[in-house]
């Protein structure tokens, strides 16, 4: 019964054989052409256009503008700039806002209530001073800045400006051996890198496809915004005269994304000239038309669809690297806490490529989020620079309440505008978050491409900080 | 007390019975595939059908993995799926496949495919090729305020008597003939509606005949499938996986799965 069966089936596949060759090969073409001339017919019969195309040629026109060899990058670096001007200054005062009531007024609360209560001081150190204060610090810096952010870029999604934006990067790609749609994938990945290695899905080929998520990790993203712009506020905008320093600042955010975009190019290059040689394969990339963004729709969604969901990311990564920190501070071996000892043991390396210990203890801190690398820095530096009256004790994770008084601890714990523009660089070019590596092992189902993109930026890191460090210490002796 | 059951058997009345169930779709009596062209308004389609927020954007592409929800129309529940767009169903590429797959194997009690009016003709290869695997299928004519803004105008129902398969204008983005596209989709679900689907004429004889010689054997070993003629057509052109489910009899699938809607269909 069931070799009778599997014979007929066999039968069915060789009289297909043998039909195909009589048909001849060009059966495939046949077919296309007959459906493409059925829908013309079609189309043909029932639709009838009355009066001009106008709507087309507006679209072409300013598709024109938008995608020209000539204006096409600069009016697009000059929205990115105006997107974060935007997003830049007008975060600062609900920043400031949440803070003073998250921070100021409800932390002292909790901590009279927890003495109220007689728990014991380690407990209301990990819970309050620890886990509390670093959500408390991520909710008040993230919040504004992406809520903000978030509906701009929605907005230009809606409007149709991304596949614009990835047509110019196409040819950029292409000759750097990616996939052309990586240009979107890494637009993605200004907003959320682990978003941006999800998105990497529309690209078929595999090769093109790692290449892809390994240098994703180069748009700047969500998480390392704002370590970028309180870094360039206060030692890009603090090294020039005052009334230059909004412009220099933003501008210096400005150069660390392109140098991303820039690198991811590279990188590109790199790995498509060495590990994942291949040709670049062709897509087409159909330019939709503009449409007119809804604007309450895209408020709505992209608040609680973006923002929303990577809030609560950072705040259930931050609150135990908050109690981490508070632990590392706290506990003591032969008189020097956990921190302390690392920090002092790591301090050469750091000198040496123009950072230092505490910034290396933080980022290792920080690796489940970006996000609270500012904060952990300004509590290590604290610590181990002994200064008294700031904070509130040892291994507290707080934000001060001006950019001077952070810029005076930054300073009394050695810092240098060196160091200042190499925690930017290193800020761009260093391991993906936690996050983001598991997405890439999700993704990839590799634990070698995960290893590579997660090693492969620090090294980069690395290096590229050294030679800057060299390359300044030579040029100011 | 019969006026009021008059009422409630009334279309009209029923036209607000549209229930948006999210992702609740334990139990559900018909499955509804979503198809289309890239940057057609699927997703915005499918937001408005289930009231889920699958994230919508002006760009082709966007809809990477395979998004499902529920809706509940006069006391049947439909569980809806979002399929990747494509431009076609006959190359290769992987979301090609998933789409394809779907509609073929996973056979959807309705395929909606959903057109960008603005771009009817390019349109229409797709509806055509999904019409060749299916017939029960809706056509959601979306975008239509785009194309009157165009000077476009679309007679839909030259449109779908030529396609035969009902023919719906939609503007999605504002919630236009959604209602509509939902009665539409009950109709030709519960096999209300009939669809007399246009098949390709293929201008050649040879292959006339090659593919009626084939389907006849198809048909012989595998009785009551429905679509002998598109299975024969891929065998012609050397279709691996379709060579590989005639062989393992996985196409088998296409007919059981028929019965196990029809169940559930007596189970309510």
Known sequence: ?477 | MTEINKCETCPVHNLGNLKRLGINMEQFDYVVALAGNPNTGKSTVFNNLTGLRQHTGNWPGKTVTRAEGGFSYNDKKYKLIDLPGTYSLLSTSVDEEIARDFILFGQPDVTVIVVDATRLERNLNLVLQVLEITDRAVVCLNLIDEAKRHNLTIDERTLARELGIPVVPTAARQGEGIQELVRNISEVASGNIKCKPHRITSSSREVKNAVEKLSENIAEEFPGLPNTRWVALRLLEGDQKIVDAVKNGEINSLIQNQNVSNNVMSEF
């Open chain 1, 1 to 477: 019964m069931f070799n009778h069966q599997t014979n007929k089936r066999e039968n069915i596949i060789s009289l297909a054989n043998t039909l195909r060759v009589k048909v001849g090969s060009n059966l495939h073409d046949t077919l296309m052409e007959s459906i493409y001339r059925d829908a013309e017919i079609i189309a043909s019969r029932s639709v009838a256009l009355k009066g001009e195309k106008s709507r087309f040629n507006f679209d072409r026109t300013l598709d024109k503008i938008v995608t020209s060899r000539l204006l096409g990058f600069p009016l697009m670096f000059l929205l990115l700039a105006i997107v974060f001007w935007i997003t830049i200054s007008g975060a600062n005062v609900p920043s400031e806002f949440i803070a003073s009531i998250l921070i100021d007024k409800l932390h002292p609360i909790l901590k009279e209530f927890a003495v109220s209560i007689n728990s014991p001081n380690w407990l209301s150190g990990v819970l309050l001073d620890g886990a509390y204060l670093s959500m408390a610090w991520v909710v008040s810096v993230m919040l504004p800045p992406m809520a903000i952010f978030f509906p701009m870029f929605t907005l230009l999604e809606d409007f149709g400006y991304l596949p614009r934006v990835a047509f110019n990067f196409d040819n950029l790609y292409r000759k750097a051996g990616a996939h052309g749609k990586q240009a979107l994938t890494m637009t993605m990945g200004f907003g959320c890198n682990a978003a941006g290695i999800v998105a990497t899905r529309i690209i078929d080929s595999p090769r093109e496809r790692l290449i892809a998520i390994i240098t994703n990790n180069f748009s700047l993203c969500n998480g390392r915004w704002p370590t970028q712009i309180l870094i360039a506020t206060i030692f890009i905008g603090g090294a020039v005269p005052s009334y230059l320093a909004g412009i220099a600042s933003a501008g210096a955010v400005v150069f660390i994304a392109v140098l991303g975009i820039f690198l991811s190019l590279v990188l590109s290059w790199v790995l498509s000239r060495t590990v994942l040689r291949g040709q670049a394969s062709a897509f087409s990339l159909e330019l939709p038309p503009y449409r007119p963004p809804r604007i309450l729709h895209t408020l709505y969604t992209s608040l609680i669809d973006r923002t929303v969901f990577v809030l609560w990311r950072a705040i259930v990564f931050a609150i135990p690297a908050g109690i981490v920190i508070w632990l590392v501070a706290n506990i003591n071996i032969d008189e020097l806490s956990l921190a302390e000892h690392f920090i002092n043991w790591s301090n050469p390396l750091g000198i040496l490529i123009g950072l230092n210990g505490v910034i290396l203890l933080a980022y290792i801190i920080a690796i489940p989020a970006n996000e609270i690398v500012v904060p952990t820095v300004l509590m290590l530096t604290v610590l181990t620079t002994k200064l008294s009256g700031i904070g509130a004790g040892v291994g507290v994770m707080f934000e001060l309440d001006s950019v001077a008084d952070t810029a005076q601890i930054l300073q009394a714990g050695g810092w240098t505008l060196l160091t200042g523009i190499n925690l930017m660089l290193f800020s761009l070019i260093h391991n993906p978050c936690s996050t983001t590596i598991y997405t890439i092992y999700k993704e990839t189902g590799s634990v070698k491409w995960s290893m590579v993109s997660t090693f492969l930026p620090i090294v980069m890191g690395f290096a590229i900080c050294f030679f800057v460090a060299q390359i300044w210490r030579l040029i100011a002796s």
